[in-house]
């Protein structure tokens, strides 16, 4: 199942145009929530639009990110500073405690978008070449407060080079909390890409989607956008459910 995904909403009849021309490759687009590091709100209110149209959906929260920064630990006068900011996307709040809040968030963010109960949504972790122990406090966190309040569940999109670490700490989250079930994981890397192949290909057994092609221009229906492109295991990843082939 292809998909894609892209920064800024194409826009009500770019997304009908990809949707409706005569042998249209993608079948799902990444749907991202106002958040720490994508404040962007263009999405925003389009589910039901895309849903009508027959687009499958991938929820995306990009929370707090490395940047390739070290995390300090700040006074609770700085912190509440740099949330009042217009930019709250800092690697100075990757802690536990700040994990929590934004899991907080994104549930609060995908109900508000209509998102029906047990849709997973795929927290968003840049890749980095080292990972610091704040960055695994917040994650964990995040992901213990989707799993805990239950609403919905949570994913991770993460670089292939991250992806091992992140896998087994997101499925021990999964473990303490008593659920069996695979934690849905998005896996972004070129390396080996070509389309036809299946997500698991990208190297790990447990992917369920594989982004292979970032920021390229691609034309549908002779409308033109530059996009990361994707297949995954499902029509629509974020939908809970049995996979596809």
């Known amino acids: 199942n292809m998909g894609f995904d892209t920064h800024t909403y194409p826009g009500d009849k770019t997304m009908a145009a990809w949707k409706a021309a005569p042998g249209a490759p993608y079948r799902w687009v990444g749907y991202y929530l ?7 709100r263009s999405w925003t209110g389009k589910r039901p639009t895309l ?15 490395t940047w390739g920064r070290t995390p300090r630990k700040l006074p609770a006068s700085r912190v509440a500073a ?8 800092n690697a100075d709040l990757l802690t536990a405690e700040r994990g929590r809040a934004d899991g907080d968030d994104a549930i609060a963010a995908t109900e508000r978008e ?9 927290l968003d ?29 949570p994913g991770v999109y993460v670089h292939a080079h991250n992806a091992q670490a992140v896998y087994d700490d997101v499925k021990a989250e999964f473990a303490g909390a008593g659920i069996t079930e695979q934690p849905r994981i998005w896996v972004a890397t070129g390396r080996g890409w070509e389309e036809g192949k299946a997500p698991q290909d990208v190297g790990f057994a447990f992917a369920g989607v594989w982004q292979g092609v970032i920021d390229v221009a691609r034309s549908v229906a002779e409308v033109r956008l530059p996009v990361d492109i994707n297949v995954a295991s499902w029509a629509s990843p974020s939908e809970s459910g049995v996979q596809t082939q």
């Open 125 to 153: 972790i840049e890749r980095m070449e080292k990972m610091p122990a704040a960055m695994r406090d917040y994650y964990r966190a995040w992901t213990k407060r989707l799993l805990e309040d239950g609403r919905y569940r």
């Open 82 to 89: 740099i949330l009042r900011s217009k930019k709250p996307c």
């Open 114 to 122: 209509g998102f029906p109960a047990r849709s997973i949504v795929f």
């Open 51 to 65: 849903v009508e149209m027959g687009w499958g959906l991938a929820v995306v929260y990009v929370g707090q990110q």
């Open 34 to 40: 106002p958040s720490p590091c994508h404040t962007d």
